[in-house]
């Protein structure tokens, strides 16, 4: 049963994961070397390298000093609308990336609510920048919350209320006691955010406008040149994200067994 279990497992990992892992990669590199370099020092790919940088260096900031905060807020202390906010962080796993690309288009658009405001002012949020970076903002909020709350909460309060009780702040509580205590799921939550920041399809599509050279990431922009039978182009491009996701996986790992080794540790240390 175990081998059998494990063969499942292992042809499944191989026919949705592997093959096409592998198939990127080789139709990416088909046509040689010297086009793959073609088609990722193309100025609209480098522009679409830069905009997925940009707003992911926006987006992950913003979520880890939320993702902080709310964490620190809902497991170390009791308040009315807790449950509230735990449900608010939990909005965008539940809706389509689609859908809140339209809650902003309705918002932000020309014939939205601050629509005619914001062309009067000539600020432009859908299709251009700023759309991006609040499309990509909402759907990686739950990342890092998500990953601290539970573990926050596992830790209890015993060592926040003994560094009060010896005369520390509440920053001071938190930077040395609270802090150090979870900076390992920190950053495994920062990785995952990161990781979702630069792979974002759905709701930076609709909020785009897809402007080449513009207002394209990276997965816009391989849908672009895959519409345009641009094969070869498409799936270099498509390796940058299948690397992207490589290298996720791999620091993933490392954070994962220093997490469990400093779960390990503390565990004798406290004898549990």
């Known amino acids: 049963m175990r081998w059998a279990l494990i063969g499942l497992a292992l042809s499944f990992l191989t026919l949705f994961l592997f093959v096409p892992l592998i198939s990127v990669f080789y139709e990416a590199l088909k046509k040689g070397i010297d086009v793959y370099v073609a088609a990722i020092t193309d100025p609209d790919a480098v522009s679409a390298i830069q905009l997925t940088l940009t707003a992911a260096a926006i987006a992950v900031p913003l979520n880890l000093i939320f993702g902080i905060a709310a964490a620190w807020a809902i497991a170390k202390f009791e308040f009315r609308g807790k449950n509230l906010l735990i449900t608010l962080i939990d909005l965008p796993f539940s809706v389509s990336p689609v859908v809140s690309g339209l809650i902003y288009v309705l918002i932000f658009g020309l014939q939205g609510w601050l629509g005619p405001w914001l062309a009067e002012q000539d600020i432009k949020i859908i ?27 596992a830790q209890g309060t015993e060592e926040e209320e003994a560094a009060v009780v010896l005369g520390a702040n509440g920053w001071q509580t938190f930077f040395h006691v609270t802090l150090p205590n979870v900076r390992w799921g920190l950053l495994y939550g920062v990785i995952l955010c990161n990781a979702r920041a630069m792979g974002e399809f759905g709701a930076v599509s609709v ?23 641009n094969f070869a182009a498409a799936f270099a491009v498509a390796s940058l994200l299948a690397l992207l996701a490589l290298v ?15 779960k390990e540790y503390t565990d004798e240390y406290t004898g549990t």
């Open 127 to 153: 299709f251009a920048v700023p759309g991006i970076v609040l499309a990509t903002i909402f759907v990686t909020v739950p990342f890092i919350a998500r990953e601290l709350i539970p573990l926050m909460q």
């Open 207 to 229: 909020v785009s406008g897809h402007i080449r050279g513009s207002t394209n990431t990276l997965p816009l922009h391989v849908e672009i040149l895959y519409n345009e039978y």
């Open 248 to 262: 996720t996986l791999a620091l993933k790992t490392v954070v994962e067994s220093k997490n469990k080794g400093n």
